[in-house]
């Protein structure tokens, strides 16, 4: 994360192996073909092939941002969402306990919030 011209700016990459979620200046790009994006100018989010959050980003203010989402993290899983940061052993994992932000298939529902705006 890093601050330009009073924007704040998020810079990484998420993978599984198979897909990717990058991030650079906050344009975002997603591979892998059971993953789906939506977006809109205060939050990001990545659905997998159920529709699951698995990826959140949600601007709240100029200088505040949640982001919650699954994530590798050595021999575990890191799950960041409402009930805060777990870690969890090995390939044990549980959904996002996170309302889905934005209706899908996107290319259908760009930038249309599922309900109101994100929370």
Known sequence: MYTENGVLY??????????????????????????DKNSSRNAFEVVNERGEPIFQIIRRSAGIIVINGIFAMGDGIAIADNQGLERLPGSAI??????RIFRYPSWQYPAEY?????R
């Not at 998020?10 to 975002?28: C, M, P, S, W, Y």
């Not at 599922?114 to 994100?118: F, H, K, V």
């Open 10 to 35: 998020v810079d990484a990459t998420l993978t599984d192996g198979q897909r990717h979620i990058e991030i650079r200046k906050n344009t975002f790009s997603v591979t892998g073909h059971s993953y």
């Open 94 to 99: 549980r959904p996002l306990a996170v309302t």
């Open 114 to 118: 599922e309900s109101g705006q994100p």
